[in-house]
């Protein structure tokens, strides 16, 4: 725990592979609708959801990667700020 900021590091940190870990599973989905009509409008819109439901989901697990790392990286600011804090706290006194 940080304790001047009353921040928890510890679960910021779980937090932050928790999201790893759903975004890893995000950007690991693939999409794979095949309807096989020659000459059918159905195929090329098929090939048009696989692509871009694809991209969606990598999308969103690159976005919830992004807040896994930040959220690991503000754990550490925090018990940076803190220890400075109580340094300069303790100093003072």
């Known amino acids: 725990m940080v304790d001047i900021l009353q921040v928890d590091a510890d679960a910021l940190r779980e937090l932050g592979k928790t999201l790893t870990g759903q975004a890893d ?21 098929t090939t048009a959801i696989d692509e871009n439901a ?12 992004q807040m896994a790392r930040v959220a690991g990286s503000g754990a ?13 706290s303790r100093k003072l006194a």
Not at 54 to 65: L, Y
Not at 76 to 88: C, P
């Open 25 to 45: 599973l995000l950007t690991g989905i693939t999409v794979n609708v095949t309807v096989t009509m020659p000459g059918s409008p159905v195929h090329s819109v």
């Open 76 to 88: 550490k600011t925090y018990e940076e700020v803190d220890q400075a804090f109580g340094e300069q």
């Open 54 to 65: 694809e991209a969606a989901f990598h999308a969103m697990g690159e976005r919830i990667g």
